[in-house]
């Protein structure tokens, strides 16, 4: 199982090991066939009806990305990100969202247990 920052680091390193890697990812999220309700969302980012939105993982900050590709509202996206408090679960999502565009307004600055 691989979650977070893992999706993309571990298989690797086992690979390298020269395990035989077969990575399961645990915040899969549905496909084309949900990006309405996705869009949706974004649409409530332009006019500034949405103030906050918590992302607690890279998982989420991709589907957003994804979703609004597919649909041709990247740029809004991203604009609706700069003007959004955007609190991260830790310092892992807080990366993903940044490098998404959006600024991260909150994040612990150590990990819980």
Excluded: H
């Amino acid at each position: 199982m691989i979650f977070g920052r893992g999706e993309e680091v571990l298989p690797d390193l086992l690979r390298n090991a020269g395990a035989r890697v077969d990575p399961i990812l645990c915040n899969r999220y549905p496909s084309n066939e949900k990006d309405e309700k996705v869009v949706r969302l974004i649409d409530e980012f332009v006019p500034a009806t949405v103030e906050l939105i918590a992302l607690t993982s890279t998982a989420q900050v991709r589907r957003l990305q994804d979703a609004a590709q597919r649909s041709g509202k990247t740029a809004e996206l991203e604009a609706a990100m700069q003007k959004t408090l955007i609190p991260a679960v830790g310092p892992v999502t807080a990366q993903a969202v940044e490098k998404a565009g959006g600024p991260v307004g909150v994040w612990p600055k150590t990990a819980s247990t």
